[in-house]
T-cell receptor, first 113, second 114 residues
Framework: GQQLNQSPQSMFIQEGEDVSMNCTSS?????WLWYKQDPGEGPVLLIA?????ELTSNGRLTAQFGITRKDSFLNISASIPSDVGIYFC?????????????FGKGTKLSVIP | KAGVTQTPRYLIKTRGQQVTLSCSPI?????VSWYQQTPGQGLQFLFE???????NKGNFPGRFSGRQFSNSRSEMNVSTLELGDSALYLC?????????????FGPGTRLTVT
């Protein structure tokens, strides 16, 4: 089955620093989604990417859909304490007739004030 | 517009019992998917429903089942509960038409099996 490798598993950064995390896949996806999950809550959609090479921003967040369609990265600029949480990448291969998401294991972000 | 709602939020059951979880999608969304989240396995796809039909199923035993109603609300059922079924069960909804693939998650139901 499809597998997503997300790295790093965890990060400790100082407030104000930039953050970068990425996902690589063993197979091609035609959609990449990035989510953030806070404790006790469901994942919240941050950014959706639909085209290879696409670069999309949402405030301080920027994500890119890799040219090979097998990877994606998420950058957070000037981190603040409320950025703390677990970030998940998810790939979707709707060409297979299904819209199931395959998730990475997550990147746990801690921000030191 | 209200988000995805799931009930109940927390549930404690005993091994061997069965459980039914409910999900109400965002208004206008016709597709509902279910995921299981555990510390060891992460987020795993259970099944997807669109227009009351199961469109896809993940690699879970037949004890896990679901259905969708004409108003797009969905339920999932787990029979003969095992300790390993303890997890956060998440429901996600999608418009289900056109090229919108974005899925929006509810807060989840935390199931504990003792």
């Amino acid at each position: 089955g499809q597998q997503l490798n997300q790295s790093p598993q965890s990060m400790f950064i100082q407030e104000g620093e930039d953050v970068s995390m990425n996902c690589t896949s063993s197979s091609i996806f035609n959609t990449w989604l990035w989510y953030k999950q806070d404790p006790g809550e469901g994942p919240v959609l941050l950014i959706a990417l639909y085209k290879a090479g696409e670069l999309t921003s949402n405030g301080r967040l920027t994500a890119q859909f890799g040219i090979t369609r097998k990877d994606s990265f998420l950058n957070i600029s000037a981190s603040i304490p409320s950025d703390v949480g677990i970030y998940f990448c998810a790939g979707q291969d709707s060409g297979a007739g299904s819209y199931q998401l395959t998730f990475g294991k997550g990147t746990k972000l801690s921000v030191i004030p | 517009k209200a988000g995805v709602t799931q009930t109940p939020r927390y549930l404690i059951k005993t091994r061997g019992q069965q459980v039914t979880l409910s999900c109400s999608p965002i208004s206008g969304h016709r597709s509902v998917s279910w995921y299981q989240q555990t510390p060891g396995q992460g987020l795993q796809f259970l099944f997807e429903y669109f227009s009351e039909t199961q469109r896809n199923k993940g690699n879970f035993p037949g004890r896990f089942s679901g259905r969708q109603f004409s108003n797009s609300r969905s339920e999932m059922n787990v029979s003969t509960l095992e300790l390993g079924d303890s997890a956060l069960y998440l429901c996600a909804s999608r418009v289900g038409l056109g090229s919108s693939y974005e899925q929006y998650f509810g807060p989840g139901t935390r199931l504990t099996v003792t």
